[in-house]
């Protein structure tokens, strides 16, 4: 089972160069791949990739064959060009490697970056008490994980640049990135029905399915119209976001028509679900197939292997910080981009039990 990958060696050469570059260290013409692996003493494939990612970023632009590629910065760019406040769903994801990362990367780039004293969670994710609490906080640009419809509509309004770090965002205004998870999930949905199940479960956040479902639950659920099963709040059930409400949700969809089939948003349900099904004795997958539409890294570790959902996360990283140099440039960058997702399949799910 494949972990999250986001401080690869690329990654890091990649960062270490835009800091020198951000620095003045570097300019004119970027030295050429042998001179720079001796320097660093790191092989040229790491040192090519490394420069590829800068290309893309377009920090540094190429020149032809056998030219050194030209280094551009900015004009007028000064170190902590923005004041980005992250905004993240809940108090957990402040500490994973992820937002870790993609704090490391903007400030490299010449941002100062911060989490804000709330959560979107903590604010109840009410439009009033979000708008409030933005007004009060000195930031230059706003970054907005996982927000829901309502939240980013009023962000997409605001002066203050924004962008939507997934959340239901598309049709909206502001700039965005997140995988693009409907044909994977539609994939997996069309892989249970094949193995027989037909009582499938989406268990998602409230975001992805209100006011109006997201195109990745929107997939799940023509997956299943195409297979002739009719749909309805057992395929994608309400519950309120909390570890005791989860588990009543789980008690009453297992009763005398018990789900065979468990599509899970996050590694964090993936996990409660498994531990809840274990209190029971139900096995997995024979009692009943489990599928997370994410990766995490504690999945190499787990058995049966986890059948997931994987995509690139440096991607996603690294089309944030591409937005924050727009926005520092004076740019109004509102595109929103998508990054591949793929279906894994694992040893968490089986054919249907009779």
Not at 45 to 55: F, H, M, R, S
Not at 84 to 92: K, Q
Not at 193 to 216: D, E, K, T, W
Not at 260 to 276: G, V
Request: one cysteine or more.
């Amino acid at each position: 089972m494949d972990s999250i990958r986001i401080h690869s060696p690329a990654d890091q050469v990649a960062a270490h160069l835009r800091e020198q570059i951000l620095r003045g260290s570097l300019s004119g013409e970027m030295p050429g791949v042998h001179q720079i692996a001796k320097e660093l003493a790191i092989g040229s494939k790491t040192i090519i990739a490394a420069l590829k990612t800068l290309e893309h970023d377009g920090v540094l632009v190429g020149q032809g064959p056998r030219r050194r590629r030209r280094i551009v910065v900015p004009t007028g760019f000064t170190p902590h060009a923005l004041r980005v406040a992250v905004l993240p769903f809940d108090s957990p994801a402040r500490g994973t490697d992820y937002f870790i990362e993609l704090r490391h990367l903007l400030e490299v780039a010449g941002h100062a970056t911060f989490f804000p004293d709330k959560t979107l969670t903590e604010l109840g994710i009410n439009i009033g008490r979000v708008a409030r609490f933005v007004k009060k906080t000195k930031a230059d640009a706003w970054v907005v994980s996982a927000g829901a419809r309502e939240v980013l509509e009023w962000f997409a309004q605001q002066e203050t640049p924004a962008f939507a770090h997934f959340g239901h965002r598309v049709g909206l205004p502001i700039a965005g990135t997140g995988p693009d998870k409907g044909p994977a999930i539609a994939e997996a949905t069309r892989r249970l029905v094949a193995l027989g199940h037909r009582r499938i479960s989406l268990l998602c956040r409230r975001q992805l399915r209100q006011p109006q479902p997201v195109l990745a639950v929107r997939a799940f659920l023509s997956e299943l119209k195409a297979a002739g099963v009719s749909t309805g709040a057992f395929n994608m059930p309400d519950w309120e976001e909390s570890k005791e409400d989860f588990g009543k949700l789980l008690d009453s969809l297992f009763g005398p028509t018990p789900p065979t089939a468990l599509i899970l948003d996050e590694p964090f349900l993936y996990h409660a679900a498994f531990h809840h099904l274990a209190g029971w004795g139900l096995r997995v997958p024979q009692d009943v197939s489990l599928i997370c539409t994410d990766a995490a890294p504690d999945f190499a570790w787990c058995q049966p292997s986890v059948t997931h959902i994987r995509w690139d996360h440096g991607m996603v990283i690294r089309r944030i910080v591409r937005w924050a140099n727009n926005v520092a440039r004076g740019k109004d960058d509102r595109q929103q981009t998508f990054t591949k997702a793929e279906f894994v399949e694992g040893g968490t799910i089986g054919p249907a039990p009779s």
